[in-house]
C-alpha cells in the first residue's frame, strides 16, 4: 500500500503540512525551454503566464473546433460534457485529447508539453484534459482550491509530480472571471474537512464544496501572499503547479472566457488507490491504468 504523504478530509479540523516534493524537478535552468528568470519565478510563486505562445490563427482554428463540437447533441449528452449548474450552459467537456483529434495535437505540442517535461524532470502523459467555458452573463465561480489535493483523495495521485497549461481562447480580462491564484501556496498542503461521498465529481464539477480550504487558511494566506490575476491577450499559456490554490469568480459581463485545459503528470507518478477511501473517478475525469509517455513535438494547425 502506497503511503499517504498528503492526508485530507479526515479530521474534523484543517491543518497545514510543509510541502515535502520539488516544484521543479531539474535544477539546471540554463537549459529550460523558457528563461532562467521565467522558471524561478514559477518556483517561487507556484504559477507563470506566457504571454501569446500560440497565434491568432491557431487560436482560431481551436475556437472553431469548440464552436463545432460544442453543439453536437451527442457531446452534450455524454457524462464528459459538465452543465453548470442553474442555467444548464455547457462549462466543461472532458477528455479532450481522448476524443478529438486536433486537441491530441495540441495536447503534444512542445510549447506547452516540452515544458512540462522539464518541471516535472522526464516523461510525461495527460493526466485530465478538458474544455474550459465561462459564457458571458452565465459562467459560474469556482472556489478556491488545490487540484492536488482533489487528484490525491478522489484519483489516488500520491506525489506533487502534476503541472497544468490553460491555453487562453479569449482575451482574459479583470473583468470577466480569470484565473485567481494565491502567489507561494504551493509551499503548503492544506488538509480540508469533510468526509467524501461516492461520486461527488458529478457535483463537484459543477460546484465544489469539499476539498476546499477553510476560511482562516485562506485569509492567512492572503494576508502574507496577496491574490493575484490571470489576464491576457487570446494565444497566452497560464501554467501552474498541481498545490497552487485557485479559484475564478462568475463571469457578469457579456464578453466570454473560455480555455483548453490539459494536466501533465510524470509516468513515474501513476495513480493508485484514491486515498479518500472511494472508488476512484471515471476515466473522463481521471486517466487511469497504463499509459504511454507523451510523444512531443512542433505541430501545424492547418
Same mark, same amino acid.
Given at each position: 500500500m502506497t503511503a499517504d504523504l498528503y492526508p485530507s478530509r479526515q479530521h474534523d479540523q484543517p491543518s497545514w503540512h510543509e510541502r515535502i516534493d520539488p516544484?521543479?524537478?531539474?535544477?539546471? %535552468? +540554463?537549459?529550460?525551454?523558457?528563461?532562467?528568470?521565467?522558471?524561478?519565478?514559477?518556483?517561487?510563486?507556484?504559477? #507563470?503566464?506566457?504571454?501569446? *505562445?500560440?497565434?491568432s490563427e491557431e487560436v482560431a482554428?481551436?475556437?472553431?473546433?469548440?464552436?463545432?463540437?460544442?453543439? #453536437?447533441?451527442?457531446? #452534450?449528452?455524454?457524462?464528459?460534457?459538465?452543465?453548470?449548474?442553474?442555467? @444548464?450552459?455547457?462549462?466543461?467537456?472532458?477528455?479532450i485529447h481522448r476524443s478529438n483529434a486536433l486537441f491530441e495535437r495540441v495536447a503534444r505540442d512542445e510549447r506547452i508539453a516540452g515544458i512540462a517535461q522539464y518541471i516535472l524532470g522526464g516523461d510525461v502523459y495527460v493526466h485530465q484534459s478538458r474544455l474550459n467555458l465561462k459564457p458571458?452573463? !452565465?459562467? !459560474?465561480?469556482?472556489?478556491?482550491?488545490?487540484?492536488?489535493?482533489?487528484?490525491?483523495?478522489?484519483?489516488?495521485?500520491?506525489?506533487?509530480?502534476? *503541472?497544468?497549461?490553460?491555453? %487562453?481562447?479569449? &482575451?482574459?480580462?479583470?473583468?470577466?472571471?480569470p484565473l485567481m491564484l494565491i502567489p507561494g501556496s504551493h509551499k503548503q498542503y492544506i488538509s480540508c474537512v469533510g468526509k467524501t461521498p461516492e461520486n461527488h465529481y458529478q457535483k463537484? %464539477?459543477? !460546484? =465544489?464544496?469539499? @476539498? *476546499?480550504? &477553510? +476560511?482562516?487558511? #485562506? +485569509?492567512? %494566506?492572503? =494576508?502574507?501572499? @496577496?491574490?493575484?490575476?490571470?489576464? @491576457?491577450p487570446a494565444g497566452s499559456v497560464v501554467l501552474f503547479d498541481c498545490n497552487t490554490l485557485h479559484g475564478s469568480n462568475s463571469n457578469i459581463t457579456p464578453t466570454p472566457r473560455s480555455n483548453l485545459f490539459f494536466v501533465y503528470n510524470h509516468v513515474d507518478n501513476l495513480p493508485v488507490e484514491p486515498f479518500g477511501k472511494i472508488p476512484p473517478r471515471p476515466e473522463f475525469v481521471a486517466e487511469r491504468g497504463k499509459v504511454q509517455p507523451l510523444q512531443t513535438g512542433p505541430q501545424r494547425y492547418d
Open positions: 516544484v521543479l524537478y531539474r535544477n539546471d %535552468l +540554463e537549459n529550460a525551454p523558457v528563461s532562467t528568470e521565467q522558471m524561478a519565478s514559477f518556483e517561487r510563486d507556484g504559477y #507563470l503566464v506566457l504571454p501569446e *505562445v500560440f497565434s482554428v481551436f475556437t472553431r473546433e469548440l464552436l463545432r463540437i460544442s453543439t #453536437l447533441q451527442d457531446v #452534450l449528452d455524454s457524462p464528459a460534457a459538465i452543465r453548470e449548474p442553474d442555467s @444548464g450552459a455547457l462549462r466543461s467537456l472532458f477528455a458571458g452573463f !452565465k459562467g !459560474k465561480e469556482f472556489y478556491w482550491h488545490s487540484d492536488f489535493e482533489t487528484w490525491h483523495i478522489e484519483d489516488g495521485i500520491p506525489r506533487m509530480r502534476t *503541472v497544468s497549461f490553460s491555453i %487562453l481562447l479569449t &482575451d482574459n480580462h479583470p473583468y470577466n472571471g463537484s %464539477l459543477r !460546484k =465544489q464544496e469539499l @476539498g *476546499v480550504p &477553510d +476560511e482562516y487558511s #485562506l +485569509e492567512e %494566506l492572503y =494576508q502574507h501572499n @496577496g491574490v493575484d490575476i490571470a489576464t @491576457g
